[in-house]
């Protein structure tokens, strides 16, 4: 009989939705799975028609984290380690990164939410990092992420504590964007992904280049904006949507 697949991975209108499927363990991620999450992150990153990257967990779990059995027997944490690079893989992907989040988000759960453009949460979400309850200490960035996006305090007591917030708490904090009923989860946050595919793509992640880092001085920064609207004032996508705009003014 053959494995259950426990990564899934679908493209459509421009958005590569990478799903967790393995809801009898709340989405415990394994190495294999780790395997196939860098695969699929590296497939659409090359891939011209994907615009956007949506995260999603199958059943009442975004992801409970890590899978600590798994871990345990299998090979040392280094650089070659099948967790290590799918976290080396999030700061090199250049698409839009979203994910749609319920019940347990727990570990790199939530920490990959740190690396996300956009976050959609349902009401049953809860965050959470256990690293210190654990005996080991943040991942994935977390550590630098967390107090740049809510603060030194807030980020230590998450870190330090390792206590769940709510979605709601995770909305005032800064953490996720939209909170929305459960059963409105996917369709919200595919409706956004779609949405934000539809964007002018050059325009889209060159926007999206500029908001993750580069220059972080304020001349500097200027100057690789002005580099970026030069070159999106010479694109095609550019002329097409303000011919668009004029003629719907002039329709007015």
Known sequence: MNEPQHVIVSVSDGVCEVRLN??????AITLEMYRALTSAVHAANVDDEVRVVLFSGEGASFT????????LS?????????????IRTLPAIRKVMMAAVQGSTVGIGATLLLHCDLVVAARSARLSMPFVKLGLVPEAASSLLLPRLIGYQRAAEMLLL????????AFDIGMVNRVV??????SEARALARTVAQQPTGALLATRRLLQGGSTTLLGRMEEELEAFREQLGSAEFRAAAQAFLSKRRGS
């Not at 393995?22 to 989405?27: F, G, I, L, S």
């Not at 299998?74 to 799918?86: E, S, V």
């Not at 009923?181 to 996917?186: Q, S």
């Open 22 to 27: 393995r809801p009898d363990k709340r989405n």
């Open 64 to 71: 409970s984290g890590n899978d600590l059995n798994d871990f």
């Open 74 to 86: 299998g090979p040392p944490i280094d650089q070659d380690h099948d967790a290590a690079r799918f």
């Open 162 to 169: 390792g206590e769940p917030i709510d979605a709601q708490r």
């Open 181 to 186: 009923d459960d059963p409105a989860l996917m």
